[in-house]
């Protein structure tokens, strides 16, 4: 099975600056890891696809890079409807695996 | 407007059955595989398993083989999932989500439900 290790667990920054969240494989996905973003009480939402692709309607401050075993997601100029907990997945091998997230807090 | 609506869920004592059921409307349904995801209260995202467009594939996570089975109708654009065998570990938030490309078994999950809430307790 494949690990997906996220980091930081929280990180806490303020509107307008950049979010950097990394997530670690523990083998080669290649470039078969997408993004979800999950606010409070409601279910996941598509963010990034293939490892850099934008999902339908997600803006452009979102972005993501990396392949093989390591992935970056960052978030340009955060926005207060941004903060959120963010989970990776893999669908390179089955079963597929989420990591255990990363939670976006307002400093 | 496009709609998965997850139904089924409930408070039952360990070792127990239940069956969930997850209807769309609004997008497309045959054409596409669809996931179950469970997310236990206040933890992650637990992948659960999947069936493929036409219903002749079927994969599973570990915790749940065995034990559960997904299955669907596509003429009432309806998926199910029947949980048997069921232990505390089971309580979550039970999502169905359909993927972004047709007849692609792991594509991304694109269209989410709003979940159904199983507790297993007794």
């Known amino acids: 099975e494949v690990v997906l290790t996220q980091s930081p667990a929280t990180l806490s920054l303020s509107p307008g600056e950049t979010a950097t969240l990394s997530c670690r494989a523990s083998?080669?996905?290649?470039?078969?890891l997408a993004w979800y973003q999950q606010k409070v009480g409601q279910a996941p939402s598509l963010l990034i696809y293939?490892?850099?692709n934008r999902a339908t309607d997600v803006p452009v401050r979102f972005s993501g890079s990396g392949s093989g075993t390591d992935f970056t997601l960052t978030v340009s100029s955060l926005e207060p409807e941004d903060f959120a907990v963010y989970y990776c997945?893999?669908?390179?091998?089955?079963?597929?695996?989420f990591g255990g997230g990363t939670k976006l807090e307002i400093k | 407007q496009v709609h998965l609506v997850e139904s089924g869920g409930g408070v039952v004592q360990p070792g127990q059955s239940l069956n969930l059921s997850c209807v769309a409307s609004?997008?497309?349904?045959?054409?596409?595989?669809v996931h179950w995801i469970r997310q236990a209260p206040g933890k992650g995202l637990e992948w659960v398993g999947v069936?493929?467009?036409?219903?002749?594939?079927?994969f599973y996570s570990d915790s749940v083989k065995g034990r559960f089975t997904v299955s669907r109708d596509n003429s009432k654009n309806t998926l199910f999932l029947h949980l048997s065998r069921l232990t505390t570990d089971d309580t979550a938030v039970y999502y169905c989500?359909?993927?972004?490309?047709?007849?692609?078994?792991?594509?991304?999950?694109?269209?989410w439900g709003q979940g159904t809430l199983v507790i297993v307790s007794s």
């Open positions: 989500a359909r993927v972004r490309e047709a007849y692609y078994d792991s594509s991304p999950f694109e269209h």
């Open positions: 609004g997008l497309s349904f045959s054409s596409y595989a």
């Open positions: 069936i493929s467009y036409d219903g002749y594939k079927e």
């Open positions: 083998q080669d996905v290649k470039d078969n």
């Open positions: 293939d490892a850099s």
């Open positions: 997945q893999q669908r390179s091998n089955w079963p597929l695996t």
